[in-house]
């Protein structure tokens, strides 16, 4: 089963610190790798993705570096405040059906940022 | 204001219950989706489907039943054959390659 791992389980963080959150995958095929972000009790939300012809993609503080030949990308949070407390999902896919695109998550990181 | 409503919020069912979610969506998108999502867990594909009338299983379809009659709608059910269906479900639609999630609900059973 394709499968994507993901660390750590949990991580906290001061505000003002960097927060790193790293994902590995298996299938070559993967071709497009999205982050989520999930607050309790609520659907996630898309917060940034790549795709493996690039080795960083930065939006605001949120940046997903890449390491194709690792099979490895991880999402770093810059000066994390206590609003970015959620639990943080990688993704990988590279199969497309039709119009649908099937996704493997990781297990997710439950990130608090303490204030 | 355009996206995913999913109904209820939160649904007790008793044991051999049958229980039946509902997914909407008004963003004109082709392909929508159903996971689950248990503690600790990342989501996990139920089902999911390109256009109106196909759909396809996904990694834990057992116990579980789809239709899709509408391009806008894409109800889940939820049968007693699920031998541990309390969890955390979630509906999502997309186009190309982003996924957008509804609220979710909540299944609990008693």
């Known amino acids: 089963q394709q499968q994507v791992k993901q660390s750590p389980q949990s991580l906290i963080v001061q505000k003002g610190g960097i927060s790193i959150i790293n994902c590995a995958y298996e299938?070559?095929?993967?071709?497009?790798f999205p982050w989520y972000q999930q607050f309790p009790g609520k659907g996630p939300a898309l917060l940034i993705a790549?795709?493996?012809?690039?080795s960083e993609k930065k939006e605001g503080r949120f940046t997903i570096s890449f390491n194709k030949s690792a099979k490895q990308f991880s999402l770093h949070i810059m000066d994390s405040q206590p609003g970015d407390s959620a639990t943080y999902f990688c993704?990988?896919?590279?199969?497309?059906?039709?119009?649908?695109?099937?996704?493997?998550f990781g297990s997710g990181t439950q990130l608090t940022v303490l204030p | 204001d355009g996206g995913i409503t999913q109904s209820p919020k939160y649904l007790f069912r008793k044991e051999g219950q049958n229980v039946t979610l509902s997914c909407e969506q008004n963003?004109?998108?082709?392909?929508m989706y159903w996971y689950r999502q248990d503690p600790g867990q990342g989501l996990r594909l139920i089902y999911y489907?390109?256009?109106?009338?196909?759909?396809q299983k996904g990694d834990i379809a057992e116990g579980y039943s789809v239709s899709r009659e509408k391009k806008e709608s894409f109800p889940l059910t939820v049968t007693s054959a699920q031998k541990n269906p309390t969890a955390f479900y979630l509906c999502?639609?997309?186009?190309?390659?982003?996924?957008?999630f509804g609220p979710g609900t909540r299944l609990t059973v008693l």
């Open positions: 963003l004109n998108h082709d392909a």
């Open positions: 790549i795709r493996p012809d690039v």
């Open positions: 993704a990988a896919s590279g199969d497309y059906s039709g119009s649908a695109r099937q996704l493997t």
């Open positions: 299938n070559t095929a993967f071709d497009y």
């Open positions: 999502a639609s997309s186009r190309l390659n982003e996924q957008f």
């Open positions: 489907s390109q256009i109106v009338n196909d759909f």
